[in-house]
């Protein structure tokens, strides 16, 4: 069987030097044959969706369909989109791997997925890919050994261009992983938090990585990599709760001016 035929983009928030990118490039390449790299060209974790507004971006080509923009995720997409895919857009926007979980909160954080966020509102399939760490150690076994199977599973899901999908490998070895789990966004009983600076310096913070990583509930992405599982969470592009826009009407409408 041949390679698809779809062009795909590879793209993240830990630069375009990352372990965790190169693992996604080669697991796509296995199954495409329309491949492109375009990443930041430093590290712009934590980013979400962020854009530099007024600022300048440089593109910098570093092999044939391999660049890299100096700006945060989106810039990078944004930029890919109007300066290299004039002639045709990628088909799917594939982020990762993170360095790095991304579960529960850390989904509006994290540049890894809300580019993949973007991506799909400019009506491209998009999927984030992350690997949990523990104790700040990474563990690439999960992703390097499950990737190319999730990749390929997940792919010809009938998921429409208004959901993303958010996986998340968990941090034990291949041989370790306990199966797959279709979980919904959780939290975490702790939340990022702030400390005191090490360099001792009086009014200097910063934000702890180490966090209690038990989950608010167990029917969960948190607790579903908790328990050696791949964490498929599908994550809509739209935000407003319509669920209880009915409510609101019957309680608000009649009572707006005229």
């Given at each position: 069987?041949g390679?698809?035929q779809e062009?795909v ?9 990352a ?23 430093t590290?712009?974790?934590?980013k ?20 890299s923009?100096t ?8 930029t890919a ?5 004039t ?9 990762g ?21 973007e991506a ?13 760490r523990?104790?700040r ?16 599973r997940?792919?010809?899901?009938p998921?429409?261009?208004e959901c993303?999908l ?13 199966g797959?789990?279709v ?9 990022i938090s702030?400390v ?12 702890g ?18 328990r ?12 407003s ?18």
């Amino acid at each position: 069987m041949g390679k698809r035929q779809e062009r795909v983009l590879i793209i993240n928030d830990d630069g375009i030097d990352a372990h965790g990118i190169a693992i996604l490039e080669r697991a796509a390449r296995q199954q495409f044959s329309d491949v492109w790299v375009v990443a930041p060209a430093t590290h712009q974790s934590g980013k979400s969706r962020s854009i530099s507004l007024g600022g300048h971006l440089h593109l910098r080509r570093h092999d044939e369909r391999r660049y890299s923009v100096t700006g945060s995720p989106v810039d990078t997409l944004l930029t890919a989109l109007h300066a290299l895919f004039t002639d045709k857009a990628p088909d799917i926007v594939l982020s990762g791997v993170n360095q790095g979980g991304n579960l529960g909160e850390d989904i509006g954080y994290s540049g890894t997925v809300n580019v993949a966020m973007e991506a799909a509102m400019h009506g491209m399939r998009a999927i984030a890919f992350s690997q949990v760490r523990r104790k700040r150690t990474d563990n690439w076994s999960a992703s390097v050994g499950h990737l190319d199977e999730v990749l390929e599973r997940v792919l010809d899901l009938p998921v429409g261009p208004e959901c993303i999908l958010n996986v998340n490998f968990p941090a034990v070895d291949a041989g370790q992983v306990t199966g797959w789990s279709v979980a919904p966004q959780g939290f975490r009983k702790t939340l990022i938090s702030l400390v005191d600076h090490p360099d001792g310096e009086r009014n200097t913070y910063g934000f702890g990585f180490e966090r209690d990583n038990t989950p608010s509930r167990q029917s969960s992405d948190i607790a579903a990599c908790g328990r050696g599982e791949i964490a498929i969470t599908p994550i809509r592009v739209t935000q407003s709760h319509d669920a209880i826009l009915p409510f609101l009407m019957r309680r608000l409408e009649d009572k707006m001016p005229k």
